[in-house]
Nanobody
């Protein structure tokens, strides 16, 4: 079973930046895809960004050019710049063996506790 611990969230003004971290432990191989998801109140959980093998990345249209995903072994990061109020959500990470496209499926065996990101003036 994979354990996921997200951190780095907080309250930030519009236009500000945050860097999220997610440490994954358990049986994880370098070829596994890792990704960040978010869920705003009253909305479904959605894929924000995903990465495979440190170079292949995918971003939701709403965050392209503002967010950057990166990975160091079993830790995945999300650098968020030019934050907007609509980025407010609980952010989660997850991992699965498969292609980056498979990260579009939001169903996973388990989730971490997430980290709250609030963008407000």
């Amino acid at each position: 079973q994979v354990q996921l611990v997200e951190s780095g969230g907080g309250l930030v003004q519009p236009g500000g930046s945050l860097r999220l971290s997610c440490a994954a432990s358990g049986t994880i191989f370098s070829f596994y895809a890792m990704g960040w998801y978010r869920q705003a109140p009253g909305k479904q959980r959605e894929l924000v960004a995903a990465i495979v093998s440190g170079s292949s990345t995918m971003y939701a249209d709403s965050v392209k050019g503002r967010f950057t995903i990166s990975r160091d072994k079993n830790t995945v990061y999300l650098q968020m710049n030019s934050l907007k109020p609509e980025d407010t959500a609980v952010y989660y990470c997850n991992v699965r063996p498969g292609t980056i496209e498979t990260m579009k499926r939001v169903t996973f065996p388990s989730w971490g506790q997430g980290t709250q990101v609030t963008v407000s003036s």
